[in-house]
């Protein structure tokens, strides 16, 4: 635990409360990164069962997300928050959303891992197959960052999370120009080079929502809003077909 | 908690109005540290300016060098543990405090640049221009129409029966509170419900035509409906009036206020718009007090 304290009221349930609401938080986020850590595990090892099993698994982040949402609207009734609490429990609500699709897209990833190996109908080459894992590593990396800074209120390890968006962006328009040349090369790569693609972009979404989760460990740490900073006149453009980020 | 002394430091470097040099203050704030007011105490053409205003009760140093600006057309919210002195501070700003045994109060107090901490200036036309609700409805024992009709009549804003007719019935529009008396304005004002005294005691207040209305913690004594009703009627009297609210209720300060002043043993320790109060405080003092892990 950082300096930032969750403690303090004189109401001493209040600090269990938040306590409470963090160490679920904390909770979705660990759950989200084991989906996405099975997720690539799945394409590592071209194993639909541990797809499967991250299908499997998806109905306990919504569910978590859901319970979660109930804690928060129940402390926002009872204890009206205000300042640091409010902060809180604002960027607690808007964390838990991230996670939620975090794990939704952990869940597209094993589905389309499913696509590639259940027969191995379209199983990519170890070739082809090598941007999708620099992708995963650097994203799954991301994400433990978020949640260590999140676990801890690290404000300073959630700036560096919510400043990685470049190299994130950077890695992923390398991965499709890749992806492009081996249908370029052959037509009828086009089936998996297309699966790769939307993994890789789906990937793309994990870094994000891990992003989103490091600014708003930095909101609710310094009440400093540092999202859509790349709104800034002098950040050029990121080059690509990549669509853009939204936030 | 305690109250170390980094507890009294801004979190951070703020822009802030530094108090001026007291060197020449009483003995009771020679050994004490020189605190800044976190955010900014001006504002624009204000109907209210306070320079360096201390207050004594005997040797207590109440009010310890306070600046603060209401501009107009304002509701600026006090806030502050009980003893922090948030009322004594209001009660400065019409001279109430003058009715107090053993209180002293130095410093510039500018009602559209005039100073009223002055003997020169009678306190009876001041409290028309600076009008009081307290914390108690304290309806005159008259009729509704009498406690309305009174201060207009004292003040000589009404000549015959007819003008006070029409300042009672506009008073009493005013304070929302017209459709539920016309009918019985002969009645007494007492026989009404707290919340409809509390705002029969605004129309009072209202009838004379201030500048300025201080309120003292007006729907402590309130339920939720009738402090909903009064906290309609403040946002409404904001379009004519400045108006300054001591309230211990926090939600009630957010809601109502566009400014807000933490007070803190007398010193002023934030101030700030109502909304940067609530989300994001720049004192720690401030924020340990609105979010309950003050004391």
Request: hydrophobic content about 40%; aromatic content about 4%; overall charge negative.
């Amino acid at each position: 635990m950082s300096q930032y304290g969750l403690e303090g009221h004189t109401v001493r349930r209040y600090d269990g409360e938040l306590n409470h609401l963090h160490l679920r938080v904390v909770e979705l986020g660990g759950l989200a990164l084991h989906q996405t850590r099975s997720a690539l595990a799945a394409l590592q090892e071209r194993d639909v069962r541990i797809a499967r099993a991250v299908i499997g698994r998806e109905w306990e982040v919504n569910r978590l997300d859901v319970s979660i949402d109930d804690d928060l609207i129940s402390v926002i009734a009872r204890r009206a928050p205000v300042a640091r609490d409010l902060r809180i429990v604002m960027a607690f609500a808007k964390t838990v959303n991230e996670l939620e699709r975090v794990g939704d897209e952990a869940n597209k990833v094993a589905r389309l891992a499913i696509g590639l190996f259940d027969g191995f109908r379209l199983d990519p080459g170890d070739a082809q197959m090598w941007d999708v894992q620099t992708m995963g590593r650097r994203v799954v990396e991301l994400l433990e960052r978020a949640m260590d800074a999140l676990d801890r209120l690290d404000v300073v390890a959630a700036q560096a999370v919510a400043g990685s968006r470049r190299e994130l962006d950077a890695e992923c328009q390398a991965g499709l120009r890749r992806l492009t040349t081996y249908v370029m090369e052959d037509a009828r790569n086009v089936g998996q080079v297309i699966t790769l693609t939307q993994i890789i972009k789906a990937l793309e979404r994990i870094g994000d929502h891990a992003r989103h989760v490091g600014e708003y460990v930095v909101y609710l740490v310094s009440g400093e809003d540092v999202r859509h900073q790349k709104c800034q006149p002098d950040d050029p453009p990121t080059g690509g077909g990549a669509a853009p980020d939204p936030g | 908690m305690n109250t170390s002394t980094s507890d009294l430091e801004p979190k951070s470097v703020q822009t802030s109005y530094v108090q001026p040099d007291r060197t020449a203050a009483p003995r009771a704030t020679v050994d004490r540290e020189v605190r800044r007011t976190v955010g900014d105490v001006r504002v624009a053409e204000p109907r209210i300016r306070c320079n360096d205003i201390n207050v004594y009760y005997g040797t207590a140093h109440a009010i310890k060098g306070v600046n603060l600006d209401v501009a107009r057309n304002e509701v600026v919210a006090m806030i502050g543990p009980s003893g922090c002195g948030k009322s004594t501070f209001l009660r400065c700003l019409n001279r109430m405090n003058d009715t107090i045994d053993g209180c002293r109060v130095t410093g510039e107090i500018l009602l559209d640049e005039r100073n009223i901490n002055t003997r020169e200036i009678d306190v009876v036309p001041l409290r028309a221009q600076v009008g009081m609700v307290f914390q108690k409805p304290n309806p005159f024992p008259k009729s509704i129409w009498e406690n309305v009709a009174f201060g207009p009549r004292i003040h000589g804003l009404a000549r015959t029966r007819a003008q006070l007719d029409e300042i009672v019935e506009s008073s009493l529009r005013r304070a929302g509170l017209w459709e539920e008396v016309k009918d019985r304005l002969e009645k007494p004002g007492t026989g009404l419900s707290g919340g409809q005294q509390q705002r029969l005691c605004i129309a009072r207040t209202i009838a004379v035509q201030p500048e300025v209305i201080l309120m003292d913690e007006p729907c402590s004594a309130l339920d939720p409906i009738s402090t909903a009703k009064i906290e309609e009627l403040i946002d409404e009297l904001r379009q004519q009036f400045s108006i300054c609210i001591v309230t211990h209720s926090m939600q009630q300060a957010a809601r109502v206020s566009q400014r807000t002043a933490y007070f803190h043993l007398g010193d002023l320790i934030e101030v700030g718009a109502t909304e940067q109060i609530f989300t994001n405080p720049q004192h720690k003092l401030t924020e340990d007090y609105i979010t309950g892990r003050f004391g």
